[in-house]
């Protein structure tokens, strides 16, 4: 079966960096786009980071210039590396994949911006 488990969540203060990983597998990964998407306490989840099988990325304005998508198709992982992080940046961030006719989802990883 389909299966993604996130790491890398954590505490950081204003300004610092965390990088996400997602380990995908039951899936030809290297043929699928991958997002990560952020869910904000009290909020609905929202896409922040898109890569296709093409290496093509897309960010949402939030996260522009400051989050970068990667992949890499040996390992079957997908990162977010997240820089200059604020307190808006916090949540719950999720890896996703659109396979077999609907969206699979891992299980969160929390990361809190503080200050």
């Known amino acids: 079966q389909v299966r993604l488990v996130e790491r890398g969540g954590g505490s950081v203060q204003s300004g610092g960096s965390l990088r996400l990983s997602c380990a995908a597998s039951?899936?030809?990964?290297?043929?699928?786009?991958m997002d990560w998407n952020h869910q904000a306490p009290g909020k609905q989840r929202e896409l922040v980071a898109r890569?296709?099988?093409?290496?093509?990325?897309n960010y949402a304005d939030s996260v522009k210039g400051r989050f970068t998508i990667s992949r890499d198709n040996v390992r079957n992982m997908v990162y977010l590396q997240m820089n200059n992080l604020t307190p808006e940046d916090t949540g719950v961030y999720y890896c996703?994949?659109?396979?077999?006719?609907?969206?699979?989802w891992g299980q969160g990883t929390q990361v809190t911006v503080s200050g």
């Open positions: 039951g899936i030809n990964f290297k043929l699928y786009t």
């Open positions: 890569i296709e099988s093409s290496g093509t990325t």
């Open positions: 996703s994949v659109g396979a077999r006719g609907r969206v699979f």
